[in-house]
């Protein structure tokens, strides 16, 4: 099978982590993944702040229900929408979704684990990130070395996904 297919098919949520520290250069690739993703009219709306110190880590932790993910990933990927880049609500929302499975696969194949925390609009996590005036959180990606290895979970069958016209 294709690698890409493979990564697709293989990739998993993972929820806990090691302690073990990421690489620099794994936060590089994984964060130029993100930003290769496709966007409308190549707006690139999409902005990053990346969350490595403990006591960040442990603050961010007591905003959100996933405080063990956050918490004990040794980095988390806040993805922020930024309004003044985009053009449309709707096709930015799809980039920053594009660019959130970059950063999943890209993770995946330096044989890190991630998971997408749907966190979005949160004023007081955006407080915390700094973030500026036009930018509004989009999701959280807590990664880092897995600590489990999650089972594959059934996908629907394609004939009952797909219509053919």
């Given at each position: 099978?294709?690698?890409?297919?493979?990564?697709?098919?293989?990739?998993?949520?993972?929820?806990?982590?090691?302690?073990?520290?990421?690489?620099?250069?794994?936060?590089?690739a994984?964060?130029?993944?993100?930003?290769?993703?496709?966007?409308g009219?190549?707006?690139?709306?999409?902005?990053?702040?990346?969350?490595?110190?403990?006591a960040?880590?442990?603050e961010?932790?007591k905003?959100?229900?996933?405080?063990?993910?956050?918490?004990?990933?040794?980095?988390?990927?806040?993805v922020?929408?930024?309004r003044?880049?985009?053009?449309?609500?709707?096709?930015?929302?799809?980039?920053?979704?594009?660019?959130?499975?970059n950063?999943?696969?890209a993770?995946?194949?330096?044989?890190?684990?991630?998971?997408?925390?749907g966190?979005?609009?949160?004023?007081?996590?955006?407080a915390?990130?700094?973030?500026?005036?036009?930018?509004?959180?989009?999701?959280?990606?807590?990664?880092?070395?897995?600590?489990?290895?999650?089972?594959?979970?059934?996908r629907?069958?394609?004939?009952?996904?797909?219509?053919?016209?």
């Amino acid at each position: 099978m294709n690698e890409v297919l493979k990564a697709i098919h293989d990739r998993r949520s993972v929820r806990a982590f090691r302690s073990q520290p990421v690489e620099p250069e794994a936060l590089e690739a994984i964060l130029d993944a993100g930003r290769w993703a496709p966007s409308g009219r190549n707006t690139q709306p999409w902005r990053f702040v990346v969350v490595e110190s403990e006591a960040k880590r442990a603050e961010l932790g007591k905003l959100v229900p996933q405080r063990d993910m956050v918490r004990t990933a040794p980095v988390t990927i806040a993805v922020l929408l930024d309004r003044a880049a985009g053009y449309d609500e709707l096709k930015d929302a799809q980039a920053i979704g594009a660019c959130a499975q970059n950063i999943l696969l890209a993770a995946h194949a330096l044989g890190l684990g991630a998971c997408w925390i749907g966190r979005a609009r949160d004023r007081e996590v955006e407080a915390l990130l700094g973030a500026r005036e036009a930018e509004e959180l989009m999701m959280l990606i807590p990664l880092g070395f897995p600590a489990e290895a999650p089972p594959g979970r059934e996908r629907r069958p394609l004939s009952e996904l797909v219509r053919r016209i």
